[in-house]
T-cell receptor, first 117, second 112 residues
Framework: ETGVTQTPRHLVMGMTNKKSLKCEQH?????MYWYKQSAKKPLELMFV???????ENNSVPSRFSPECPNSSHLFLHLHTLQPEDSALYLC????????????????FGEGSRLTVL | AQSVTQLGSHVSVSEGALVLLRCNYS??????LFWYVQYPNQGLQLLLK??????LVKGINGFEAEFKKSETSFHLTKPSAHMSDAAEYFC??????????FGAGTRLFVKA
């Protein structure tokens, strides 16, 4: 496999369910990201991990919980979501020069389309 | 604060016509600038980027963009549109650190 792989591609869940989104990158990068893409809104950066440490958390509700067990894998754990959380969730990776260094080009997965009923 | 403004949420051109997608940015420090493209049901992929050096940047699929510091612009062009260019295009700025700021996107329609 190459690039950035996200699973599942589509997910439908009720508000009381618990589910997880998975992202895996095969590019040897040291930074990984979760973005939320909603209709008619700019991409929203949710979380950034560099060298497996979370370096940014953009005031995301606690019902979203990220996990980065190693530099190749990133998870987004979901629980008690709201219908407004329905969106395309995009994972990306990049090679950062330092822990706080410039991200440069982002490599995106194809996204996980989440629908919350 | 950094920001990106893409003029026009939708642009429609005829096949073979010039494509021009506009992007203006604000940044307190010299930025890196990017254009990404998103085809239906896919993630974003890089079209081109400006970091330093030559201000006219060539990308994939015949696209190019010119960094104009005086105008704080980074417009995307292609001399002749193809049906396969129909997609959504995102301009982005990365002043420093990890926070790449994206514009709202411009959807390009190509008419036969």
């Amino acid at each position: 496999e190459t690039g950035v792989t996200q699973t599942p591609r589509h997910l439908v869940m009720g508000m009381t369910n618990k589910k997880s989104l998975k992202c895996e990158q095969h590019l040897g990068h040291n930074a990984m990201y979760w973005y939320k893409q909603s209709a008619k809104k700019p991409l929203e950066l949710m979380f950034v991990y560099s060298l497996e440490e979370r370096v940014e958390n953009n005031s995301v509700p606690s019902r979203f919980s990220p996990e980065c067990p190693n530099s190749s894998h990133l998870f987004l754990h979901l629980h008690t979501l709201q219908p407004e959380d329905s969106a395309l969730y995009l994972c990306a990776s990049s090679q950062a020069e330092t822990r706080q260094g410039l991200a440069g080009e982002l490599f995106f997965g194809e996204g996980s389309r989440l629908t919350v009923l | 604060a950094q920001s990106v403004t893409q003029l026009g949420s939708h642009v429609s051109v005829s096949e073979g016509a010039l494509v021009l997608l506009r992007c203006n940015y604000s940044s307190s420090v010299p930025p890196y600038l990017f254009w990404y493209v998103q085809y239906p049901n896919q993630g974003l992929q890089l079209l081109l980027k400006y970091t330093t050096g030559a201000t006219l940047v060539k990308g994939i699929n015949g696209f190019e963009a010119e960094f104009k510091k005086s105008e704080t612009s980074f417009h995307l062009t292609k001399p002749s549109a193809h049906m396969s260019d129909a997609a959504e295009y995102f301009c982005a700025v990365a002043p420093r650190g990890f926070k790449t700021i994206f514009g709202a996107g411009t959807r390009l329609f190509v008419k036969a």
